[in-house]
């Protein structure tokens, strides 16, 4: 731990490579790069040390470095499959005892939410502090690490902890760490839209969204895409046909035990 107070950073992960949809990073949002959208969304988040771009070592990626540089921030690369060694690797080179985890693919990750949990984490020294439930489907949430716990779990973990969902050892051993659960700001908890990225229809959406919203605000927030969901129903039917990842749902089964544990 760092001397005074604690340094935390929110740490956005992204990457080129996509199974369903290669790219996504850089589809334009009114005119814009989905993660230049998302990074400049993160630096006005409070409570905060800095935002950090974590891409991989990847040649393809430098478009993704590239970019986060332009845009002022700093980038880390580091391992393309371990992400979450790319997380712990990331956090010593940036001297960050604590890490919000952000997903390159959710451009409205909402910002009032990581100020509350990061306010939590802290007050309760905590190793671990998220949003439970099906809220994460929506692609709106990030969650705060310390970077011990990180660490803990890369070293105690086998290789599905280590793929892209960063926090699985956490919510299987929470007995090792100590795990804080907050909860969503009254009005966001609408599971029946998806605002993440991960297929070409997720696109579509957030183009709408974007195109839309745009005029009022650069940087609408995640309750300006909801009032516009719900006055416009015809935009969420855009992907409301798609699935979920089945390592997302895994990681909401898990939660039901967390809860219970510390209801």
Same mark, same amino acid.
């Given at each position: 731990?760092?001397a005074g107070h604690?340094r935390v950073?929110v740490?956005?992960?992204?990457?080129?490579?996509?199974s369903?949809?290669p *790219?996504?990073?850089?589809?334009?949002?009114?005119?814009?790069?989905?993660?230049?959208?998302?990074l400049?969304?993160?630096?006005?988040? $409070?409570?905060?040390?800095g935002?950090?771009?974590?891409t991989? !070592?990847?040649p393809? +990626?430098?478009?993704l470095? #590239?970019?986060?540089?332009? @845009? *002022?921030?700093?980038?880390?690369?580091?391992?393309?499959?371990?992400?979450?060694? $790319?997380?712990?690797?990331?956090?010593r080179?940036?001297?960050?005892d604590?890490v !919000?985890r952000v997903?390159?693919? +959710?451009?409205?990750? &909402?910002?009032?939410?990581?100020?509350?949990?990061?306010?939590?984490?802290?007050?309760?020294?905590?190793?671990?502090?998220?949003?439970? *439930?099906?809220?994460?489907?929506? *692609?709106?949430?990030?969650?705060?690490?310390s970077r011990g716990?990180?660490?803990?779990?890369?070293e105690? %973990?086998?290789?599905?902890? $280590?793929?892209?969902?960063v926090?699985?050892?956490?919510?299987?051993?929470?007995?090792?760490?100590?795990v804080?659960t907050?909860? #969503?700001?009254a %009005?966001l908890?609408?599971?029946?839209y998806?605002?993440?990225?991960?297929?070409?229809?997720d696109?579509?959406?957030?183009?709408?969204v974007f195109? $839309?919203?745009d @005029?009022?605000?650069?940087?609408?927030?995640?309750?300006?895409a909801?009032?516009?969901?719900?006055r416009e129903?015809?935009l969420?039917?855009? +992907?409301a046909h798609?699935?979920?990842?089945?390592? +997302?749902l895994?990681?909401?089964a898990? &939660?039901?035990?967390?809860v219970?544990?510390r %209801?």
């Amino acid at each position: 731990m760092s001397a005074g107070h604690p340094r935390v950073f929110v740490v956005v992960s992204a990457r080129m490579a996509s199974s369903r949809c290669p *790219g996504k990073a850089l589809a334009p949002l009114a005119g814009r790069p989905l993660l230049a959208v998302l990074l400049e969304r993160m630096a006005a988040a $409070r409570g905060v040390e800095g935002v950090v771009l974590a891409t991989s !070592v990847s040649p393809e +990626n430098d478009a993704l470095a #590239l970019l986060g540089e332009a @845009g *002022g921030f700093r980038v880390f690369r580091g391992d393309e499959e371990d992400v979450l060694r $790319r997380h712990v690797d990331c956090a010593r080179a940036i001297g960050a005892d604590h890490v !919000v985890r952000v997903t390159g693919d +959710n451009p409205l990750t &909402d910002v009032e939410t990581l100020e509350s949990l990061v306010a939590l984490h802290l007050r309760e020294r905590a190793d671990y502090t998220y949003v439970p *439930g099906d809220a994460l489907l929506m *692609g709106i949430l990030s969650e705060v690490v310390s970077r011990g716990a990180l660490e803990g779990s890369w070293e105690r %973990g086998e290789a599905r902890h $280590r793929s892209e969902l960063v926090t699985l050892y956490l919510k299987e051993h929470p007995d090792e760490f100590r795990v804080v659960t907050g909860t #969503l700001p009254a %009005g966001l908890y609408r599971p029946e839209y998806r605002l993440t990225v991960d297929e070409p229809a997720d696109v579509v959406l957030m183009q709408e969204v974007f195109a $839309r919203l745009d @005029g009022a605000s650069r940087h609408p927030s995640t309750r300006d895409a909801i009032a516009l969901l719900d006055r416009e129903p015809a935009l969420a039917r855009i +992907n409301a046909h798609l699935h979920h990842k089945p390592a +997302n749902l895994r990681s909401v089964a898990l &939660d039901a035990g967390i809860v219970g544990r510390r %209801g």
